[in-house]
Every structure is written in C-alpha cells, then in structure tokens.
C-alpha cells in the first residue's frame, strides 16, 4: 500500500501526544484515558467526536504499553487503560486493576518510510540501512518487530552492525525516520496511514489492542466514552483511522 506523505505537522502532532507522557494539565484529572502510542492519535479522534455530542473532555495520554500500565500500577490517575497486546491488560487485570477487559481493535506491523513507493523487505539486509523500532521492554510493537527480525534472523545481525535504533515508543520510530535518524521503521499500519509515506505489511498475527477501566468507581464520563469507543459509532472512526474492530 503507498500513500503521499503528508506534512512534518502529523509528526509533530503525533510526538505532542507522547513525548512528555501525558498532556499538560492531564494529571490529577479524572478524565484521563492511557493509550498505547500507537492508536493514541485515533483516541484523539474519538475524544473530539465524544465531545462534540454534548459529553465531557476526555484527556489522552499517549505512551508504551508497560510504562502506562506500571504508572497505573503506581497509583496515576488514568481509569481507562487501552494497551497493544494481552499481555499488559492482563497484567493488571491481575493485581486486580483493570475490570470489563476486552479487544478493541487490531492493526497489522508493517515496514514503513516516508517515501512514495513501499520499502522493500530486503532492504532490511542492508548494511547501509538503519532500522528503527520500540524498545520490546516496554512497547508490544517492539515486542512484535523484533519477533520478525528473529524469524528472519536478522535480529542479531541488525544489532551487531549498529543498525538498530530503539526508541521510548512507536511514535518515537516514526520521528527517528522522519528526523533521518533512522531509514525504516517498524509501525502499526493505523499509525502509517497517519503518518503517510508508504509500507510494506509483514506477515503474522495482527497486533490486538486491549483496554478496560482501571478505577474502582470509574467517572460517568470515563463509563461513558469506553462504550462510545466499543459502540459501532466508535468502531467506524477506528476503522477511518486504519484500524480493524475487533469484537469481543
């Protein structure tokens, strides 16, 4: 798939969601969503439309997966929790923090740039190319790029040839290559087709996006905008954005 890049202002966009953690102003409010980077610009358009029909602000807070679920785990105050796998979802689903758990939505990981024709794969071979991707640690998409290097077995060799640039989260990626700090990078196809440029799907699973509410008493406005994002007003704007609902 290729589309036009568009402007350096959906990079900067994007990088006002996540660098710093959360919003200014954000903390010590009860209408904080934390959001996977990935899908966060698609959360802020489901914030605007929520809005728009005479409800409450919701704040996004945009970061990787493990650091939003351990400052959760810390006490921050974010009753709604949207991670890009199981695997940080379930891990407060079981210390007891996260209730009424389920998929939201799902976004396959491609290779992408920000050039006018897909990258190729075997570029990925190439000793000249920088390869960017999420720190695994912390980041599903991480996770899931270095699982495909390692099926391939690049992994190790990337690594060994200084090629690999981590970054705090996948948004992280997309300004490592914009920024020429980095030729390709690993992303969600949703975050792709915010970005522009052009990609290249890789094989496996989709990644699944999993949330639920992490107050004990969530607001009416957090209760509220979870089943706006799970209703089928919410599944359209998910699937405008490049992602695919995935019910539960």
């Known amino acids: 798939m290729c589309r036009s890049f568009r402007s350096i202002s959906s ?32 959360f802020e358009t489901l914030a605007r439309a929520f809005e ?15 650091k939003l ?15 890009a796998n199981e695997k940080w979802a379930s891990y407060l689903e079981d210390k007891g923090m996260l209730r009424e758990k389920r998929p939201v939505a799902q976004s396959a990981l491609v290779l992408w740039w920000p050039q006018d024709t897909p990258p190729s794969l075997d570029l990925l071979k190439d000793p000249k190319s920088r390869v960017a991707m999420a720190n695994p640690d912390v980041a599903p998409l991480g996770v899931a790029a270095r699982d ?17 640039v981590l970054t705090s989260d996948i948004l992280g990626v997309a300004l490592a290559v914009k ?12 975050t792709a087709k915010k970005l522009g440029g052009s990609w290249t799907p890789l094989p496996g699973k989709p990644q699944q996006y999993v949330g639920g509410l992490t107050a004990p008493e969530s607001s009416e ?14 599944g359209r704007i998910l699937e405008e954005e490049g992602f695919e609902v995935v019910k539960p």
Do not use: C
């Not at 679920?69 to 991670?83: C, H, K, M, R, T």
């Not at 920024?179 to 949703?190: E, V």
């Not at 979870?226 to 919410?234: A, D």
């Open 148 to 164: 495909y290097l390692q099926s391939e077995k690049l992994y190790d060799v990337i690594e060994k040839e200084r090629r690999l």
């Open 179 to 190: 920024s020429h700090g980095a030729d390709l990078g690993f992303l969600a196809q949703g």
């Open 69 to 83: 679920a351990q400052q959760i785990e810390q006490g921050a105050p974010y009753p709604l929790f949207v991670s």
């Open 221 to 234: 406005v957090i209760r509220d905008f979870w089943s706006f994002v799970t209703g089928p007003e919410g």
């Open 52 to 66: 728009a029909q005479g409800h409450g602000a919701v704040t996004i807070v945009a970061g990787a997966s493990g």
């Open 11 to 42: 990079i900067l966009f994007l990088a006002a969601l996540v660098w710093g953690g959360a919003v200014p102003g954000a903390l010590g409010a009860p209408e904080n969503a934390a959001i996977a980077a990935s899908i966060a610009p698609a």
